[in-house]
Each structure stands twice: as C-alpha cells, then as structure tokens.
C-alpha cells in the first residue's frame, strides 16, 4: 500500500469526483453533535457517485460511472443488511445530486460510516481516500463546508479498518487524502472508495471490472468484513 496527497486532482477530481467539487455553497453553521452512546442500530450511508446530469467518468467498458456506482452500492447495500446494518443509501435511481445533498442525508441518518463509491479506469484496485482538512477539536459551531475536520480522526481509523479487510482478500490498495466537498461536509466517519480495474499480475492488461464480477464482489465482501470490524469497536464502551 502507499500513501499520496491528493491523488484525485486532475482528471479524477473533474471526472471521477466531479460531483464532489468544491461545491459546499452554504456558509452557515452547524453544531458538531454530541459523543454517540453504543446504541442497537448501526448506521452506514453508502453515497452513489454521480447520477442524472453528472454521469461520471466514461469508463472503456463503455458504462457510465454513474450506473456503476449505483449497482455497486445496491449489492453493497444487500451484503450489510444481512448483516444487521442499517443501511441509507443517498440515491437509488439515476437522478442529479448535489454534494450539500448528500452530506445532508448522512448527517441526518446520524451514519457511523458513510463510503462514498467511485469507479476509475485509471491506476489499479482500490483507492481509499479521507479529507485532507485538519483534525480539530469538536467546538460549538464549524462551518457547514469544513464540519468533517472534527471527525478526521475517526474517518482516517475507518479507513485503516477498511485498508485491512481489503488487504487480507489480497486487493491492493492506495491511500490518500484530498479535498471532498461533500464528504467536507459530512458529520460522520466518512471515506470516498475508488473502485479500479483489477490487473492481471506481471502484465500492464486491464481486467475490466465488469466482464470480471467475482472482482466487484471480492471488493464488496472486503467492504463489508471491515464495517463488521467497524461496528464491534463502536460498539465497545
């Protein structure tokens, strides 16, 4: 694994993340919410990527970013209800989502988790990214557009949880922090996942990710063994 700084800039931030621009145009605040107690429901927001007018990047499968994005988080959604998790997915049809939107719906669900999906043919397995606004401590306002500076910290921990499972079901990872206008916003542990094509070993040809499913369920298992692990330490006193 490694680490980079801002790795979605470029291209990936006006194709791949486009919808996750800095876009945050409000400037009001929010009150940073209380220590959660262990609770019976454990809530995970999985964010679709893109939709309606935003199709995403143009992947060489020829299936828009969009489309991916929502199927993935639909299996997604089905291997952590049989779970037990709660699951609020922030769209479930092909329509047009704006970042404040999205952070909205999670800070509403009050998620433990929230994973942000992307698809990207550029680079190879997945690529984990956190905000790369600085940790502070909680105060009784912050600013809509940087309310995910309190929780830093525990989203750069969900992404360690996240960086092992995929790991230990031998997909190889890539960890970075940029700047995400949605997830900025976000009152909740929250990592935007960066599904790439799987390489076939010892030579530069992609697999596409779609005429290989065992490879997006292989990611989706891995995903959900680590909010398993995720959801026993929150739920630890």
């Avoid at 470029?10 to 791949?16: H, I, N």
């Avoid at 049809?93 to 990207?120: G, K, V, W, Y």
């Avoid at 990872?173 to 960066?194: F, K, N, Q, Y």
Wanted: some cysteine.
């Amino acid at each position: 694994m490694r680490w980079t700084k801002g790795a979605l800039g470029g291209r990936r931030l006006g194709g791949a993340l486009a919808v996750l621009s800095v876009a945050a145009q409000l400037a009001g605040a929010q009150a940073p919410p209380a220590p959660r107690a262990p609770q019976a429901r454990f809530v995970v927001v999985l964010d679709a990527a893109h939709g309606g007018d935003d199709s995403g990047a143009a992947l060489s499968s020829g299936q828009a970013e969009k489309s991916l994005t929502l199927a993935f988080a639909v299996k997604l959604r089905s291997l952590l209800a049989a779970r037990g998790m709660t699951v609020v997915i922030t769209r479930d049809s092909d329509q047009t989502l704006p970042p404040n939107q999205r952070a909205e719906i999670a800070n509403r669900a009050q998620a433990q988790a929230c994973l942000s999906l992307h698809f990207s043919d550029t680079g190879s397995g997945v690529h984990l990214f956190a905000s790369d606004l600085p940790a502070v401590p909680a105060a009784h306002f912050v600013p809509w557009k940087t309310a995910q500076s309190i929780w830093v910290n525990r989203s750069l921990a969900l992404t360690g949880a996240l960086n092992a499972a995929l790991q230990q079901a031998s997909l190889p990872v890539t960890l970075g922090r940029t700047a995400l206008a949605g997830i900025d916003s976000m009152a909740c542990p929250a990592v935007a996942i960066e599904i790439a094509p799987e390489r076939t070993p010892g030579s530069a040809a992609v697999k596409s990710v779609l005429s290989n499913p065992n490879y997006q369920s292989r990611v989706a298992e891995a995903l959900a063994a680590a909010l398993l692990v995720w959801r026993s330490e929150a739920r630890q006193p």
